[in-house]
C-alpha cells in the first residue's frame, strides 16, 4: 500500500484470525523473544531490538504515535511479515465484508467508495466525506499529481437472523487446526493435486458426518495390508490385533491364542456407531449440567438427581491421600468430568473447581503443540529455500 493510504495504525491485534490459527501464534513467539531481549537474557547475540526503527520511519509509514512502544509494535509486524511472506501462497484469506482503506473498519451498511483505476482502494462513507475535505495533494492517489475519480457502490447489509439452521457436528478431529492435521497426515490425505483433493475432501465431509467410525486405515498384523471396511477379524482381548479375511481362511485364526471376531459391516457400523453416539452426548450432557448445578448448589437436601453424589466426589477429590496419579478410581473419574467440562466452558468466572486451571492447562498444551507444528513449518520452509538457491546456481 502506498505511504498515506493507510491512515489507521494496524498492529497485530487488528487482523482477524480463528482460534489455532498459525500466525497468531507466531506474533506470540517473536513478542516472547523481544521481551528475552529486552530484558537482556540472551547475553551479546544480536537480537530483534537491536533493529531499531526511527521515528523518521514511523511518521513515513503512517504512525502518529512515535513512542517506544509504536516502534516495537511496528518492528514485531514487520518480523511477522517476513516469517509469513515464503509460505503466502499457503495461506487462504477470507474477506466476508469490504474493509475501508483508510479507517481498516468492516463497511457493513451503506456505500464503499471505489477507486476508478486502484483495484483494491476503497473507503466508507466517514473516510469519504474526511477525503473530500482534504487538500489536493493529500487526497487519493496520495502523492500523485493526477487524483484518481471515487464512485459509490452499495453494500449488501448483513441478514438480520444469521443463526445457521443446519444440525451442529461435533468431532475431535475439527477441533483445532492440529487435530485436522493429524488425520490428514495419518490417512495422507492431500491437496497437491485436483485429483487428490477431490478424494480428501470426501473423505473428510466422512469424518465428519461419521465421528465414531475409525479415523485411520486398519491393518492386518499378518500380510500388513490394509483391511476393507467389514472384511477383517478382531480380537476380542488384544487391543491392537487385526487380520484380514483372506489371512483368516487361510489359517482360521489358529496363530492367536485368542478368540477373533468378524468386522460388522459398514450399514451395521453406521447404525451402531449413530445410535451409540446419540445415547453418549445424551449422557454427558447430563452429566456436565450435574457438575455444574453440584458446583453451586448449597441445598444439603437438594432434590436434583444425582448431586449429593458428585458433592461427595467434590469432598473426596479434598480429602484424597492417594490421588489419580495414586490409582485411585474415585479422584480419576472426577478429573475426567472435570477435563470434559474445561474443554467446553467458555465461561470467564466460572465456578467449577479447578476448570480454570485446567482451561489454562489446555491452552498452554494447545500452544507447545503449535509451536512445534511452526517450527516444523520452518524448517521445511528453509529446506525449500535452500533447494531453490542450490538448483538456480
Same mark, same amino acid.
Given at each position: 500500500m502506498q505511504t498515506g493510504e493507510c491512515r489507521a495504525k494496524v498492529t497485530a491485534a487488528r487482523l482477524p484470525?480463528?482460534?489455532?490459527?498459525?500466525?497468531?501464534?507466531?506474533? *506470540? @513467539?517473536? %513478542?516472547?523473544?523481544?521481551? /528475552?531481549?529486552?530484558?537482556?537474557?540472551?547475553?551479546?547475540?544480536?537480537?530483534?531490538?537491536?533493529?531499531?526503527?526511527?521515528?523518521?520511519?514511523?511518521?513515513?509509514?503512517?504512525q502518529t504515535d512515535l513512542s517506544g512502544n509504536a516502534s516495537k509494535d511496528l518492528l514485531l509486524m514487520h518480523k511477522l511479515g517476513e516469517t509469513i511472506?515464503?509460505?503466502? *501462497? @499457503?495461506? %487462504?484469506?477470507?474477506?466476508? /465484508?469490504?474493509?475501508?482503506?483508510?479507517?481498516?473498519?468492516?463497511?457493513?451498511?451503506?456505500?464503499?467508495?471505489v477507486c476508478s483505476q486502484c483495484k483494491y482502494f476503497q473507503i466508507c462513507d466517514k473516510c469519504y466525506e474526511a477525503?473530500?475535505?482534504?487538500?489536493?495533494?493529500e487526497r487519493h492517489p496520495v502523492n500523485f499529481k493526477d487524483k484518481h475519480a471515487l464512485y459509490p457502490v452499495e453494500i449488501t447489509d448483513i441478514p438480520a437472523d444469521t443463526r445457521d439452521k443446519d444440525e451442529i457436528l461435533e468431532s475431535e478431529f475439527f477441533d483445532t487446526r492440529q487435530a485436522f492435521l493429524s488425520l490428514c497426515q495419518g490417512n495422507h490425505y492431500q491437496y497437491d493435486t485436483l485429483r487428490r483433493a477431490k478424494h480428501s475432501s470426501m473423505m473428510v465431509l466422512y469424518h465428519l458426518?461419521?465421528?465414531?467410525?475409525?479415523?485411520?486405515?486398519?491393518?492386518?498384523?499378518?500380510c500388513h495390508l490394509d483391511i476393507e471396511t467389514g472384511?477383517?477379524?478382531?480380537?476380542?482381548?488384544?487391543?491392537?490385533?487385526?487380520?484380514?479375511?483372506?489371512?483368516?481362511?487361510?489359517?482360521?485364526?489358529?496363530?492367536?491364542?485368542?478368540?477373533?471376531?468378524?468386522?460388522?459391516?459398514?450399514?451395521?457400523?453406521?447404525?451402531?456407531?449413530?445410535e451409540a453416539r446419540q445415547l453418549r452426548v445424551l449422557q454427558l450432557r447430563k452429566m456436565l449440567d450435574l457438575l455444574v448445578h453440584a458446583s453451586q448448589c448449597r441445598s444439603a437436601h437438594c432434590q436434583y438427581p444425582n448431586c449429593r453424589k458428585v458433592k461427595g466426589l467434590f469432598r473426596h477429590g479434598i480429602q484424597c491421600k492417594v490421588r489419580a496419579s495414586g490409582g485411585c478410581v474415585l479422584c480419576k473419574k472426577m478429573w475426567y468430568l472435570l477435563q470434559l467440562h474445561a474443554r467446553a466452558c467458555k465461561e470467564s468466572e466460572c465456578h467449577v473447581p479447578r476448570c480454570s486451571d485446567l482451561k489454562e492447562h489446555l491452552r498452554r498444551l494447545q500452544q507447545q503443540s503449535d509451536s512445534r507444528r511452526r517450527a516444523a513449518v520452518m524448517e521445511m520452509m528453509r529446506q525449500r529455500a535452500a533447494e531453490v538457491a542450490g538448483g538456480s546456481s
Amino acid at each position: 500500500m502506498q505511504t498515506g493510504e493507510c491512515r489507521a495504525k494496524v498492529t497485530a491485534a487488528r487482523l482477524p484470525y480463528f482460534d489455532g490459527d498459525y500466525w497468531p501464534g507466531a506474533a *506470540e @513467539d517473536l %513478542i516472547y523473544q523481544m521481551s /528475552q531481549e529486552e530484558d537482556g537474557r540472551k547475553g551479546n547475540k544480536k537480537g530483534i531490538l537491536k533493529q531499531k526503527i526511527t521515528k523518521r520511519a514511523l511518521k513515513a509509514s503512517g504512525q502518529t504515535d512515535l513512542s517506544g512502544n509504536a516502534s516495537k509494535d511496528l518492528l514485531l509486524m514487520h518480523k511477522l511479515g517476513e516469517t509469513i511472506h515464503p509460505m503466502k *501462497e @499457503d495461506f %487462504i484469506m477470507v474477506h466476508l /465484508q469490504p474493509s475501508c482503506t483508510h479507517c481498516c473498519i468492516l463497511m457493513v451498511s451503506g456505500n464503499r467508495w471505489v477507486c476508478s483505476q486502484c483495484k483494491y482502494f476503497q473507503i466508507c462513507d466517514k473516510c469519504y466525506e474526511a477525503e473530500e475535505r482534504r487538500e489536493d495533494r493529500e487526497r487519493h492517489p496520495v502523492n500523485f499529481k493526477d487524483k484518481h475519480a471515487l464512485y459509490p457502490v452499495e453494500i449488501t447489509d448483513i441478514p438480520a437472523d444469521t443463526r445457521d439452521k443446519d444440525e451442529i457436528l461435533e468431532s475431535e478431529f475439527f477441533d483445532t487446526r492440529q487435530a485436522f492435521l493429524s488425520l490428514c497426515q495419518g490417512n495422507h490425505y492431500q491437496y497437491d493435486t485436483l485429483r487428490r483433493a477431490k478424494h480428501s475432501s470426501m473423505m473428510v465431509l466422512y469424518h465428519l458426518h461419521n465421528p465414531t467410525a475409525p479415523a485411520f486405515v486398519t491393518t492386518c498384523n499378518a500380510c500388513h495390508l490394509d483391511i476393507e471396511t467389514g472384511q477383517g477379524w478382531r480380537c476380542e482381548v488384544c487391543p491392537d490385533y487385526d487380520v484380514c479375511d483372506s489371512c483368516y481362511r487361510r489359517d482360521g485364526g489358529v496363530n492367536h491364542p485368542h478368540k477373533l471376531t468378524n468386522h460388522p459391516s459398514l450399514a451395521d457400523q453406521n447404525a451402531q456407531n449413530k445410535e451409540a453416539r446419540q445415547l453418549r452426548v445424551l449422557q454427558l450432557r447430563k452429566m456436565l449440567d450435574l457438575l455444574v448445578h453440584a458446583s453451586q448448589c448449597r441445598s444439603a437436601h437438594c432434590q436434583y438427581p444425582n448431586c449429593r453424589k458428585v458433592k461427595g466426589l467434590f469432598r473426596h477429590g479434598i480429602q484424597c491421600k492417594v490421588r489419580a496419579s495414586g490409582g485411585c478410581v474415585l479422584c480419576k473419574k472426577m478429573w475426567y468430568l472435570l477435563q470434559l467440562h474445561a474443554r467446553a466452558c467458555k465461561e470467564s468466572e466460572c465456578h467449577v473447581p479447578r476448570c480454570s486451571d485446567l482451561k489454562e492447562h489446555l491452552r498452554r498444551l494447545q500452544q507447545q503443540s503449535d509451536s512445534r507444528r511452526r517450527a516444523a513449518v520452518m524448517e521445511m520452509m528453509r529446506q525449500r529455500a535452500a533447494e531453490v538457491a542450490g538448483g538456480s546456481s
